[in-house]
């Protein structure tokens, strides 16, 4: 079988690749002109695709002989706004898919974002929960969603749509990369009374829900991938602490809103003059909301299971930036 995964460079696509390789497939990588390819030394069956899904005449041909389609290319921002989001992530998405009309395509899994569903003042979130998206990459992959579904419908292809919270593991360079380098530094305080809640998947258990979820998803249905459980962020600074030998730390707690107005302020002042800050507000809405997402559904109709505990993960992940030089 002949499956195409697009953003086969970034941080998910590097990972399952080899895992596609190894259980037989042949692919087609869509990747850019830029793109480090270094990671597929050494797998045969791999072909290369050079292309851009902004644009739509580096496309042709793409869809020759695909059976399955990994769409994992996007563009992540939390930029208020971001054109770029929506160039890459809702229109490039069409256009990809309009390559896929009519060419006998079993299935098109798209993989979007947590973020697409806004700040939901619920403890458990599902699949048929939703909240107007904050950022622009998330109101760009609801958009996304949507656009999906019409031009899906419209045009008989089957698709699958995977919603992921952070993704994390060796490798990963974004949010619990920045949280644990706050941490080191003491600067990873609590924020309010109750638990901030950081809802997130290991690297390998994501790309295994990823399989299930073109085996055995259901057409039109969306599903959570992530953990049991979101995690509290007082369990990682522990194990952080642990796992970079340091000594117990006393971490402030601040109240809710003045640091809400606070971040507000630098916001502002990071969008005037560029300035980049470790945090966002709403990174802080997000902690705070003391949401969990269910996978209730991805177990019942995928047998999907995490399987790497957040312990594990967070050992792993602190190995690879020690080993790296990243902390």
Not at 68 to 93: E, M, P, R, W
Request: aromatic content about 12%.
């Amino acid at each position: 079988m002949k499956v195409l995964v697009t953003g086969a460079t970034g941080y998910l696509g590097r990972t399952l690749i080899p895992v596609l390789h190894d259980a037989g497939y042949t692919i087609r990588a869509l990747v850019r002109q830029s793109g480090d390819l270094s990671f597929l030394s050494g797998l045969r069956n791999v072909e290369i695709f050079y292309g851009d899904i902004t644009k739509e005449e580096t496309l042709e041909g793409i869809e020759k002989d695909i059976e399955y389609v990994y769409h994992l290319a996007g563009h992540i921002s939390h930029l208020k706004d971001d054109q770029t989001c929506f160039d890459v992530n809702l229109l490039g998405t069409l256009n990809l898919l309009k390559r896929f009309v009519g060419s006998g395509l079993k299935k098109f899994l798209f993989t979007t974002s947590s973020a697409a569903l806004g700040v939901i003042r619920k403890k458990t979130v599902t699949e048929t929960n939703f909240a107007p998206p904050v950022t622009a990459y998330g109101m760009s992959k609801y958009n996304a969603e949507l656009a999906i579904k019409e031009f899906a419908e419209k045009h008989a292809i089957s698709y699958v749509i995977v919603r992921f919270t952070h993704i994390y593991g060796p490798g990963e360079v974004r949010d619990l990369y920045k949280i644990i380098k706050m941490i080191k530094k003491g600067i990873f305080p609590q924020v309010g009374l109750f638990p901030n809640l950081f809802p997130a998947v290991y690297l390998d258990d994501a790309v295994r829900g990823l399989m299930l979820a073109m085996g055995k998803g259901r057409p039109g249905e969306t599903y959570i991938l992530t953990d049991e459980t979101s995690q509290d962020t007082r369990t990682i600074r522990r194990l952080v602490r642990k796992y970079l030998g340091i000594r117990e730390k006393w971490y402030p707690v601040l109240p809710k809103y003045p640091t809400l107005l606070m971040f507000s302020v630098l916001d502002w002042i990071s969008q005037t003059t560029g300035v980049k800050f470790p945090a966002t507000k709403k990174n802080i809405q997000f902690i705070t909301a003391g949401r969990n997402f269910s996978i209730d559904k991805a177990r019942r109709e995928l047998g999907y299971e995490p399987q790497v505990s957040l312990e594990e993960g967070v050992k792993k992940t602190i190995e690879y930036y020690l080993q790296e030089g990243l902390i």
